[in-house]
């Protein structure tokens, strides 16, 4: 901790774990995009996301992603509403 100056609080412990999961989520998820893309030929990329997570439906977004239609799931009994997002590869650019 001697680089800055002290110990961290949990809050901004916490803080900067949050933060760097959000980059290493866009990251990855953009990675899995190119590979798709460039190395696979695929003409889009899809990702199927519960209604409820808005964390993963805020890395489609960022990474150019946008919702085309719904679906119900069904697990364990539980009907589970997902969104369907998509993006293309003629707008996907690294």
Known sequence: MYAYEGAFT??????????????????AARAFMDYAFNNLGADEVSSLIRDTNEASKNVARRNGMHPVDEDVKVYKRLRMRHVRFM????????
């Open 10 to 27: 949990d809050e901004e412990v916490t803080a900067w774990l949050t933060r760097q999961l959000a980059r290493y989520e866009k990251e």
């Open 87 to 94: 993006c293309s590869a003629r707008f996907f650019s690294e």
